[in-house]
């Protein structure tokens, strides 16, 4: 009897390493290899492209005393909230509305990931056609039906800048996100509706007993990936404003550093500290939606 | 699955290459009888070339560079921005990319000085070298890392029928009418923002307070790199003072702040603005083509006015370097032979409007009148001096990005022009100290 | 009765918003497509008359005619970049979903020592953004002589794809009901029987959203490609459609053609897909 259950236990061991390794080798191999060969990297002194040696954790140091970081962070921050509470509450609705099949269903769906498929440098054409302070079709509009009194500078204020960015950015990102959560309701067993339905739930009721709780692991993949995607907003800034003094985010930071400046260590330094506190805040969210399982 | 599959498709197909490549090798001697005479030791190399989309040469151009020698070229094109991160990459990485690249102007003093290009000077013809225009862009000290193929500079443009309607006979030689000429358009109602300068905190910004500081008589820095435009007499505190009053008088749209140099360029050819400062030798071409311009048989070319007439400009001279990490070093080099050849660059002109570097080669197509506002082109060429004398610093690229995002705090008035400049200034020091 | 009324209103207007959200810019971007380069620039929204050169341009391969007789050869290469595309996508889609799904399983229903450190490898990849390893990934490629070879490509799309796609089916394997394997292993199937027979059919609506997920996110890839497929014979559309972008002067119909064209794949894809997610027979509307 034991050692059935032995050998039983070690078919089921054998069949998970082959299943479970031949990804886990291609993420070592492109993955963690590069990541520890960065890190070394990291240590070195670069100014210009030119190698300078082994500095130690100079690069850090000075990547965390240099006023912009603290600047881009904030930036950055701005970007996270604004296009995260974008992309949550359409990205809920629109993955809601779309779970149960009705006519044109395939439809509506094509139309909805259509933003993330357009090329960047295409979507950025469109939104300067929009923004321009010029003709753009938004002053037009608000002109029109006497919002403003005269054109408005979009890009030019340090706040509305944010805000009309991280629009663009989750115009991008919330097809993404309502199929992870579609992905997440899809998952969710018809059996247990129907059994809440014989208790006589409420459709309410049953949304906020059943859909949420059951929906939580999809939202914490939907929140990571969508904060790490806002946290690395680079093209957007990059294409409707340029390296703008109150626009100007941490990737674009660590870009600056690494391509203009070639200061491959201290740009490498940049990335791994950008990392830490996606981690960080990826683990929060995993943790927090977790306890609220329990 | 696929991948493996095309691999051995293409080695099938290359040993195929080679056997057709040897058997005529051997049995016809016409490759061999050539004038240049493709010498053996390259013959029947390939070389990978790294251009951008301009300089996409077509490949009828190109086989007469392997009739010639013997060498085929594997063109790859890609934007002028990845290029540079390649580069950048791959000299980190310290692996190959390609033989030949596009090597701009604005990279000597990076790409140069970190070794990632092969000296060219003593392997190159000096009777050809002193004939290009531009070429001490390239040069750091005695190192010459590239050789000049797009003659491109800076030169203004404007609207002669704006102009005649409002009864301006002369097109302005001097920054003082040019502003006396605005406020008349202005005034009279022609157009509401006669002026079209890019002010967004991007490179054209840059490029725009660059020309203005020349146009003003001045210079960006000393001969010791010290920042020579801090003081109110200064050409690059008057031309950032004009950059602001342009805005306080209307001049440019309020929007200004947030267009690019191509966003910028858009009002000149849409009919929206009488002059644009800062434009390419080729402007004209698009501008007075009637499926892109409104304006279709109205755009002149204009010398960049100055203080007390035409205005000096500068060039944004393109070259081709060899990496040093290239293994077919001589083909490389009879590539870059080939290219400045007065054949190949009047072809190119042709064909893909590449303004050759080579000064005989503008003088025929100025004399032959090939040249779109060619005359124009060639007095505004009198004009042009180097932005660098000594060759780009290395933290010009930083220092460009910097002084586009200053300058754009100062068009939107959250910096007046002293704050400004002294900015400027600041962020130079700063990035001349770290270098 | 009353109540499905209602959550039927706010469905519909759901998807109303829905669609001008996500269409807008698209018709936006179609009507551009439609304009001259003149038309565009002057700020106009609706063209005069339709003007198909862009897309004529593109579809014919005989690239487009300018005043100064430039003819942009990578324009030809249109159809190629498409044809690219969708190469890589259906490689990586397939290679993924047959590593992601397997692996996922093994993690959510094996007992094995490792299982976890292992899945925290996997997944924890997902926080690197990519200029963190750029610079050595590319030595390694060159190493393996790798750059711009499609096989090059698929593997690094594989690595940068595989934690979502494991995090998100692996979250679906957690979710689905383990009775009915159990009951194919208490009827004398293997695990290996069991997964194949059983959960994997019952995996079949994650899969597909799963699959719709990578396969978009390959097609619209930009930042990888513009580094490691430096080459006609894999560049993708969305880098190709970058050069367009003029030195001096972009035309803007064009660009938008591009895009435009670009876009009837993945909308395909999503028509096809959107069949497969099995709808749900009675859901939270009540």
Same mark, same amino acid.
Not at chain 1, 108 to 126: E, G, I, N, R
Not at chain 3, 70 to 78: L, N, Q, T, Y
Not at chain 3, 168 to 196: I, M, W
């Given at each position: 009897m034991g050692s059935q259950r032995r050998r039983a236990r070690a078919r089921e061991t054998a069949l998970g390493l082959s299943l479970g390794s031949p990804l886990l080798l291609v993420i070592l191999a492109l993955v963690f290899l590069p990541l520890i060969l960065g890190l070394r990297l990291s240590t070195q002194a670069y100014s210009y492209g030119i190698p300078g040696g082994f500095i130690g954790l100079h690069n850090y140091a000075s990547v965390l005393s240099d006023p912009d970081t603290l600047t881009a962070a904030v930036h950055t921050g701005g970007y996270v909230l604004v296009a995260i509470a974008?992309?949550?509450?359409?990205?809920?609705?629109?993955?809601?509305?779309?779970?149960?099949?009705?006519?044109?269903?395939?439809?509506?769906?094509?139309?909805?990931?259509?933003?993330?498929?357009?090329?960047?440098?295409?979507?950025?054409?469109?939104?300067?056609?929009?923004?321009?302070?010029?003709?753009?079709?938004?002053?037009?509009?608000?002109?029109?039906?006497?919002?403003?009194?005269?054109?408005?500078?979009w890009f030019a204020s340090r706040g509305w800048a944010i805000v009309f960015i991280a629009i663009v950015h989750a115009w991008g990102v919330v097809p993404l996100v309502t199929l992870i959560l579609l992905a997440g309701l899809q998952g969710i067993p018809d059996e247990i509706y129907a059994a809440a339905s014989v208790d006589g739930a409420t459709g309410w009721q049953q949304f906020r007993m059943l859909t949420m709780p059951l929906l939580r692991p999809a939202l914490a993949v939907a929140l990571t990936t969508g904060t790490i995607l806002a946290i690395a907003i680079f093209d957007e800034i990059y294409m409707l404003t340029g390296y703008q003094l109150n626009t100007f985010s941490l990737m674009m930071q660590a870009y600056q550093i690494t391509f203009t400046r070639l200061e491959f260590g201290k740009g490498a330094a940049f990335a791994y500290l950008v990392t830490l506190v996606t981690g960080v805040l990826a683990l929060g969210y995993i943790r927090s939606l977790r306890r609220a399982e329990q | 699955m696929r991948g493996s599959i095309a691999r051995v498709v293409t080695a099938v197909a290359a040993l195929a290459l080679v056997a057709a490549a040897c058997s005529s090798g051997g049995s016809d001697p016409v490759g061999s009888a050539i004038a240049s005479g493709p010498s053996p030791s390259i013959a029947g190399q390939t070389i990978v070339v790294l251009l951008p989309p301009w300089a996409n040469v077509p490949k009828d151009i190109l086989q007469t560079f &392997?009739? @010639?020698? $013997?060498?085929?070229?594997?063109?790859?094109?890609?934007?002028?921005?990845?290029?540079?991160?390649?580069?950048?990459?791959?000299?980190?990485?310290?692996?190959?990319?390609?033989?030949?690249?596009?090597?701009?102007?604005?990279? &000597?003093? @990076?790409? $140069?000085r970190a070794g990632w290009y092969l000296p060219l000077q003593g392997k190159l013809d000096p009777a050809m070298i002193s004939g290009l225009q531009n070429n001490g862009a390239f040069t750091i000290g005695s190192n010459q890392y590239a050789v000049c193929y797009s003659n491109d500079f800076r030169i203004s443009a404007y609207n002669k029928k704006m102009f005649a309607d409002a009864g301006i006979s002369q097109p302005p030689a001097t920054l003082d009418e040019l502003t006396v000429d605005l406020q008349l358009i202005k005034d009279k109602g022609i157009a509401a923002n006669p002026l079209a300068i890019p002010l967004s905190a991007t490179e054209g910004t840059s490029t725009a307070w660059y020309l203005l500081t020349l146009a003003y008589g001045g210079q960006l820095f000393d001969p010791n790199l010290q920042p020579a435009f801090t003081s109110p007499d200064s050409g690059g505190y008057k031309a950032l003072q004009f950059m602001v009053d342009a805005v306080n008088k209307g001049f440019v749209t309020p929007g200004a702040v947030s267009l690019t140099d191509t966003q910028s360029d858009n009002r000149f050819t849409s009919g929206s603005a009488a002059v644009t400062i800062v434009g390419g030798p080729d402007e004209m071409v698009t501008a007075n083509d009637p499926s892109q311009s409104k304006i279709a048989g109205d755009g002149s070319f204009l010398l960049v006015p100055g203080v007390s007439g035409p205005g000096a400009t500068f060039g944004l001279p393109e070259g081709l370097g060899i990496m040093s990490t290239s293994t077919h070093q001589a083909a490389a080099l009879a590539f870059l032979k080939w290219w400045e050849q007065p054949a190949t660059v009047l072809a190119l002109q042709k064909s893909i409007g590449l303004l050759p570097c080579s000064t005989s080669a503008v003088q025929s197509l100025v004399s032959s009148g090939k040249l779109v506002g060619g005359d124009t082109i060639n007095q505004e060429l009198q004009h042009v001096a180097p932005l660098f004398p000594q060759g780009a610093p290395p933290w010009y690229g930083d220092f460009s990005t910097k002084a586009g995002s200053i300058i754009n705090a100062v068009a939107r008035g959250d910096l007046s022009v002293q704050e400004g400049v002294n900015q400027i200034a600041a962020a130079a020091t700063q990035l001349q100290s770290g270098a | 009765m009353k109540r499905s009324r209602a959550s039927k209103i706010v469905r519909t207007s759901v998807i109303g918003v829905a669609l001008f959200w996500s269409l807008g810019p698209v018709l936006l971007g179609l009507?551009?497509?439609?304009?001259?380069?003149?038309?565009?620039?002057?700020?106009?929204?609706?063209?005069?008359?339709?003007?198909?050169?862009?897309?004529?341009?593109?579809?014919?391969?005989?690239?487009?005619?300018?005043?100064?007789?430039?003819?942009?050869?990578?324009?030809?290469?249109?159809?190629?970049?498409?044809?690219?595309?969708?190469?890589?996508?259906?490689?990586?889609?397939?290679?993924?979903?047959?590593?992601?799904?397997?692996?996922?399983?093994?993690?959510?229903?094996?007992?094995?020592?490792?299982?976890?450190?292992?899945?925290?490898?996997?997944?924890?990849?997902?926080?690197?953004?990519?200029?963190?390893?750029?610079?050595?990934?590319?030595?390694?490629?060159?190493?393996?002589?790798?750059?711009?070879?499609?096989?090059?490509?698929?593997?690094?799309?594989?690595?940068?794809?595989?934690?979502?796609?494991?995090?998100?089916?692996?979250?679906?394997?957690?979710?689905?009901?383990?009775?009915?394997?159990?009951?194919?292993?208490?009827?004398?199937?293997?695990?290996?029987?069991?997964?194949?027979?059983?959960?994997?059919?019952?995996?079949r609506g994650g899969i597909a959203a799963v699959a719709a997920i990578m396969a978009l996110s390959v097609w619209g890839?930009?930042?990888?490609?513009?580094?490691?497929?430096?080459?006609?014979?894999?560049?993708?559309?969305?880098?190709?459609?970058?050069?367009?972008?003029?030195?001096?002067?972009?035309?803007?119909?064009?660009?938008?053609?591009?895009?435009?064209?670009?876009?009837?794949?993945?909308?395909?894809?999503?028509?096809?897909l959107s069949r497969h997610i099995r709808g749900l027979i009675s859901g939270w509307h009540g």
């Open positions: 974008i992309e949550l509450v359409l990205g809920l609705s629109f993955a809601l509305a779309l779970n149960r099949p009705f006519r044109g269903r395939g439809l509506v769906m094509a139309a909805l990931v259509l933003p993330w498929a357009l090329p960047s440098v295409v979507s950025a054409l469109l939104w300067l056609r929009i923004f321009n302070p010029d003709n753009g079709l938004l002053n037009v509009l608000l002109l029109r039906v006497h919002v403003l009194s005269q054109p408005k500078v | &392997t009739d @010639q020698t $013997g060498v085929k070229v594997d063109l790859q094109v890609t934007g002028w921005d990845a290029i540079r991160n390649k580069i950048a990459i791959t000299g980190a990485a310290n692996t190959p990319l390609a033989d030949v690249t596009e090597f701009d102007w604005s990279w &000597t003093g @990076q790409f $140069g | 009507l551009t497509s439609l304009s001259t380069q003149a038309e565009v620039q002057a700020g106009q929204w609706f063209p005069t008359s339709w003007n198909l050169s862009g897309y004529q341009a593109l579809l014919s391969g005989g690239g487009v005619r300018t005043t100064n007789g430039f003819v942009p050869s990578e324009i030809a290469a249109f159809g190629h970049a498409m044809l690219n595309s969708a190469l890589i996508t259906i490689e990586t889609t397939t290679v993924l979903l047959v590593l992601a799904v397997t692996a996922s399983y093994a993690f959510g229903r094996l007992r094995f020592p490792g299982r976890r450190t292992m899945l925290g490898l996997l997944i924890g990849t997902l926080i690197l953004p990519a200029l963190a390893v750029i610079i050595p990934l590319w030595r390694v490629m060159a190493n393996l002589h790798l750059i711009g070879t499609q096989l090059g490509l698929l593997l690094i799309y594989v690595s940068a794809n595989a934690p979502l796609a494991v995090w998100l089916l692996y979250n679906h394997v957690r979710e689905l009901p383990v009775a009915v394997e159990n009951a194919a292993l208490v009827d004398g199937c293997t695990k290996f029987q069991a997964f194949r027979l059983v959960v994997l059919p019952q995996m890839e930009f930042f990888i490609p513009l580094l490691f497929a430096p080459t006609a014979a894999t560049k993708p559309v969305t880098v190709l459609i970058t050069e367009f972008v003029g030195k001096y002067t972009t035309n803007q119909p064009l660009l938008a053609a591009a895009g435009i064209l670009s876009l009837i794949p993945p909308a395909l894809l999503a028509i096809a």
